[in-house]
């Protein structure tokens, strides 16, 4: 069984989520935690649950969705794994700070190594589809777990909604393809977890997201 642990961080209210299984062995994906105590949260529950994170994921590199990777990478010696076109397209994690009066309090932490579409990432008994869905970002990601019918699905998708294509390399129309292609065509009981928001489903976006 994979327990979904979802944590709401910083200024933009991002959902970062841990995934764990029997074996104690994790995936952290969109690492959001600023401030200090949100640092402290997220590692009081690793602790809690004796977890060791095997990898960092993130479904595209927008600031929000990355401010705590720095942390991860000081206390847990990992560097996030991302899809190329997100690391070649968007500008760097200080360089988008610099919009919002934060560029001493990010650093870029540098992409381990790319993530490629369809890709299986494996942690403990259990493994991760990595899904392509640019639109949002052009290398934006979900992970989807066929076994237990869930994806982590990033600002692609919200319950309702879908993400916003104006900001670097973003496309609607590309967006909205992706999604029917690559969200819609799961199984309809498969739940969404999205980079903000409430969870939702496949089958209630299918009839009733407006954008799709």
């Given at each position: 069984?994979?327990?979904?642990?979802?944590?709401?961080?910083?200024?933009?209210?991002?959902?970062?989520?841990?995934?764990?299984?029997?074996?104690?062995?994790?995936v952290?994906?969109?690492?959001?935690?600023?401030?200090?105590?949100?640092?402290?949260?997220?590692?009081?529950?690793?602790?809690?649950?004796?977890?060791?994170?095997?990898?960092?994921?993130?479904?595209?590199?927008?600031?929000?969705?990355?401010?705590?990777n720095?942390?991860?990478?000081?206390?847990?010696?990992?560097?996030?794994?991302?899809?190329?076109?997100?690391?070649?397209?968007?500008?760097?994690?200080?360089?988008?700070?610099?919009?919002?009066g934060?560029?001493?309090?990010?650093?870029?932490?540098?992409?381990?190594?790319?993530?490629?579409?369809?890709?299986?990432?494996?942690?403990?008994?259990?493994?991760?589809?990595a899904?392509?869905?640019?639109?949002?970002?052009?290398?934006?990601?979900?992970?989807?777990?066929?076994?237990?019918?869930?994806?982590?699905?990033?600002?692609?998708?919200?319950?309702?909604?879908?993400?916003?294509?104006?900001?670097?390399?973003?496309?609607?129309?590309?967006?909205?393809?992706?999604?029917?292609?690559?969200?819609?065509?799961?199984?309809?009981?498969?739940?969404?977890?999205?980079?903000?928001?409430?969870?939702?489903?496949?089958?209630?976006?299918?009839?009733?997201?407006?954008?799709?």
């Amino acid at each position: 069984m994979i327990t979904v642990k979802s944590f709401e961080f910083n200024y933009f209210s991002v959902n970062t989520y841990l995934l764990h299984d029997e074996t104690s062995e994790a995936v952290l994906i969109d690492c959001g935690c600023f401030r200090k105590e949100e640092e402290q949260e997220l590692s009081d529950y690793v602790t809690a649950n004796r977890l060791t994170i095997k990898h960092l994921l993130c479904t595209h590199l927008h600031l929000d969705h990355v401010f705590g990777n720095e942390f991860v990478n000081n206390v847990y010696g990992l560097r996030p794994k991302a899809h190329r076109a997100d690391v070649e397209t968007l500008p760097s994690s200080q360089e988008q700070a610099r919009l919002f009066g934060l560029q001493d309090r990010v650093k870029t932490i540098p992409v381990e190594r790319y993530i490629v579409g369809n890709e299986v990432i494996t942690f403990g008994n259990s493994e991760l589809i990595a899904l392509l869905v640019p639109g949002h970002s052009p290398g934006s990601l979900a992970f989807y777990n066929k076994k237990y019918a869930f994806a982590i699905v990033g600002d692609a998708i919200f319950n309702g909604s879908i993400g916003r294509t104006d900001l670097w390399g973003g496309n609607q129309e590309v967006l909205i393809a992706a999604l029917r292609d690559k969200i819609l065509s799961l199984p309809d009981e498969t739940i969404l977890y999205p980079g903000h928001g409430p969870e939702t489903n496949v089958i209630k976006e299918s009839l009733n997201n407006p954008f799709l």
